[in-house]
């Protein structure tokens, strides 16, 4: 298939079904070269970053009945968009002729001869890099009830950090197998491979890929690193695992964290996985098959219906949320989650924790975490839970380590408009009676 008719295929049915880009890629990246799924991650990643100012900006410079056409034409036009302004290689002549015979194909000679009028207008702009950059640009890459939220959470100032944060393309980072070898041994092991990479502050375990594919590595296949964006790790440097003791990863997959877990500890841990989605234990299994790792046990329970007759030192709660701190990685998560499915989500944060307390020990520790950077979903949770339940109180991590991470209410949190990683949130909490 024609590459920019794949890509607006791709981002009409991740738009349509509100599906995530990576569910995709057995289906759309098979039959592809490197370089063109390069391309085309790149295409619809810069498209779902991009298109609402995008059409903004065409329904001011080219036609303001843009917004009033069809969603299939609207996404035709800034698919042609995306890659004329976003993409440098790409030839004014090359990007108007496929877009309109894709028009043709998909809508029919009438909308193809509209198509075609306003994308030869198009090659006639120009867009600025400060226009792109502004302001006004910037709060048009999220949906509006997302960029409230985050300023009412954080304030004008650290949205708009945050947001240039999550127009920026995320790099490749890995996490160095304790169990096979240390950073450095393995940052010389990948050296030998043509790959280069670099310490991460704060995150003693993890490499920034500089230049190379670690994916094609022999370091890869041999289980010498996972590939995981380090503020993903906080929740396991919260919870501060110890060598024999009973661990439960409540909503483990696709096992980053619980591998984690074995790899500080040697792999010592008795670790009770449990997912919602059975489909998932095929990648579970094979993320600690290649890593040299083991769990005791693998059962697929809703995690707020979980029940087990037995108690844990440990739980590890990596809760189900709206991902919004990750929107720089998964932009296309940005536009399908809207606030009718936050108020769901937080119920159901607030049940999982309330059903995984039941299973702690007396003086055992249970971490609540997620990847957003919403309020409602991080501490909002935990003090409705704490107001509900008197057994549990807020504790602070030996790890000092992570203190710069550490919130003034006792939890811990990455910002990306102040540290610079994707978003994480957790806190520890000790069963006191």
């Known amino acids: 298939m024609n590459l920019r008719k794949l890509f607006y295929n791709t981002?009409?049915?991740?738009?349509?079904?509100?599906?995530?880009f990576e569910s995709l890629y057995s289906e759309v990246l098979d039959g592809l070269d490197d370089r063109e799924k390069r391309r085309l991650i790149n295409l619809v990643n810069q498209f779902f970053r991009n298109f609402n100012f995008l059409e903004q900006y065409f329904i001011e410079k080219i036609d303001s009945n843009i917004d009033e056409q069809d969603l299939k034409t609207s996404m035709l036009i800034l698919c042609a968009g995306t890659e004329y302004f976003y993409l440098d290689s790409s030839t004014d002549y090359s990007v108007v002729n496929d877009f309109v015979e894709i028009a043709k194909e998909e809508l029919g000679q009438g909308k193809a001869k509209y198509i075609n009028a306003i994308l030869r207008k198009m090659t006639k702009l120009e867009l600025p890099e400060a226009e792109k950059s502004s302001e006004k640009a910037l709060f048009l890459t999220h949906p509006q009830w997302v960029t409230d939220k985050f300023t009412a959470d954080h304030g004008k100032e650290r949205t708009l950090e945050m947001l240039k944060f999550n127009q920026t393309v995320p790099p490749v980072y890995i996490r160095a197998n304790r169990i096979k070898n240390g950073r450095d041994e393995l940052k010389i092991q990948l050296e030998g491979e043509g790959i280069n990479s670099s310490d991460v502050e704060h995150f003693?375990?993890?490499?920034?890929?500089?230049?190379?594919?670690?994916?094609?590595s022999k370091a890869f296949e041999e289980g010498r690193f996972y590939i995981q964006d380090p503020s993903h790790s906080l929740p396991v440097l919260v919870i501060e695992p110890k060598k024999n003791e009973k661990i439960l990863d409540l909503c483990c997959a696709p096992g980053g964290k619980s591998t984690y877990i074995q790899e500080l500890t040697g792999n010592k841990v008795r670790l009770h996985l449990n997912d919602i989605s059975m489909k998932k234990r095929v990648l579970i299994k094979l993320n600690f098959k290649r890593l040299g790792l083991k769990f005791d046990r693998l059962t697929f329970q809703e995690a707020q219906k979980f029940q087990v007759f037995e108690e844990y030192d440990r739980i590890l709660i990596d809760a189900p949320c709206t991902g919004s701190g990750n929107f720089r990685r998964h932009p296309e998560s940005r536009w399908n989650k809207d606030e009718e499915m936050l108020g769901q989500l937080t119920k159901l944060q607030l049940d999982i924790l309330k059903r995984a307390s039941n299973f702690v020990k007396k003086n055992g520790i249970m971490v609540y975490s997620t990847c957003s950077v919403f309020n409602c979903e991080n501490m909002d949770v935990v003090r409705?839970?704490?107001?509900?339940?008197?057994?549990?109180?807020?504790?602070?991590?030996?790890?000092?380590?992570?203190?710069?991470?550490?919130?003034?209410?006792?939890?811990?949190?990455?910002?990306?408009g102040v540290h610079h990683h994707e978003g994480s949130f957790a806190v520890r909490l000790k069963r006191v009676r």
């Open 11 to 20: 981002v009409l049915k991740i738009y349509n079904k509100r599906l995530s």
């Open 384 to 416: 409705k839970f704490l107001s509900d339940d008197d057994h549990f109180i807020i504790d602070k991590a030996e790890n000092s380590s992570i203190d710069v991470f550490r919130n003034c209410d006792g939890s811990y949190a990455v910002n990306p």
């Open 204 to 216: 003693e375990d993890f490499l920034k890929v500089e230049k190379g594919n670690v994916l094609t």
